[in-house]
């Protein structure tokens, strides 16, 4: 591929990359009696724009971080999945205004969506891969996971906490990015929730911190940081291109190589006022 500057790799995100999320009118009203729990806005037209933002991976590295009060003290702060912040305050801290879901984790009922109070905080968005270049009717018939009927039922039941799904569109667009930016072919596997939520705070703010998605020195096997579990995959990738991913978000960065090492701390421009 051919490799490009930080600003043309800005600009190719911000114009190539679709991070709106769906509302009612985008899906064909006879063809899906879920999306009628769609919002009818977007997000990006409910929110307008934020100031300074924080994304906290989940990794295991921010353990022992005490990066709790920085990462609190920014306007807006969003995190994946099951990660939780009670317990964990010292490192992660308590604010989550957003928290970005895989399709897996709403469809399935073993892990706890509808259960768990964690997820009753904040605003939720969630993706779903659709087939490479499939459009959104090819992939409203054929997801990766069947989520419309849980989904649906989520919102009958919270019909108060904003919950977002976020254009299949998105994760491939970006892969095309990833592709096109990396020296060797890549596999076709979908960007990680990580990425996916940096761009999608690139979209809403001024200024985005991302914390331990590139590894400081406390790097280490452990998946995450609020289970046992180990894996290098989780830092590396194996379904997810995120070595790849990684390798651009460090091309990105404004801050220095120090941050990153001490802190697994890196600062990526908003998308909003660049000039392209
Ligand atoms: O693990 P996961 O990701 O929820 O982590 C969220 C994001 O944090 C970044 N991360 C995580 C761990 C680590 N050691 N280094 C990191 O950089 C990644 O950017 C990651 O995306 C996902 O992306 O949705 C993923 O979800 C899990 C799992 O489905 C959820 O946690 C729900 O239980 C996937 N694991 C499995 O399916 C077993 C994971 O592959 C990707």
Request: net charge negative.
């Amino acid at each position: 591929g051919q490799l490009c500057t930080p600003q043309e790799l800005l600009c190719a995100i911000k114009n190539k990359v679709n991070m709106s999320t769906l509302v009612r009118a985008d899906l064909p009203q006879n063809a899906s009696s879920w999306s009628q729990y769609l919002p009818i806005k977007t997000l990006q037209e409910e929110i307008k724009s934020l100031g300074k933002c924080a994304v906290v991976s989940s990794a295991g590295s921010i353990k022992y971080s005490s990066l709790g009060q920085e990462i609190d003290a920014h306007d807006a702060v969003l995190r994946f999945n099951a990660a939780p912040t009670r317990g964990h305050q010292d490192d992660v801290g308590t604010k989550t205004t957003f928290r970005l879901l895989n399709s897996q984790l709403v469809s399935r009922p073993e892990l706890k969506f509808f259960e768990d109070p964690l997820y009753k905080e904040g605003t939720l968005l969630m993706w779903d891969p659709s087939q490479y270049q499939a459009d959104l009717d090819q992939w409203h018939r054929n997801p990766d996971y069947m989520f419309f009927e849980r989904y649906s039922t989520y919102r009958r039941k919270n019909p108060d906490q904003m919950f977002y799904v976020l254009n299949p569109q998105a994760a491939w667009q970006l892969w095309d990015i990833i592709q096109q930016n990396s020296p060797e072919d890549i596999h076709p596997g979908p960007p990680s929730s990580g990425f996916l939520g940096i761009l999608l705070m690139m979209n809403l703010c001024n200024q985005v911190d991302v914390y331990e998605f590139l590894p400081s020195r406390r790097q280490t096997d452990f998946c995450h940081y609020y289970e046992i579990y180990q894996d290098r995959a989780c830092t590396l990738g194996a379904y997810h291109p995120l070595m790849y991913e990684k390798n651009l978000v460090k091309k990105l960065n404004l801050g220095d190589d120090n941050s990153i090492y001490h802190f697994g701390k890196v600062t990526v421009p908003g998308l909003r006022g660049l000039q392209c």
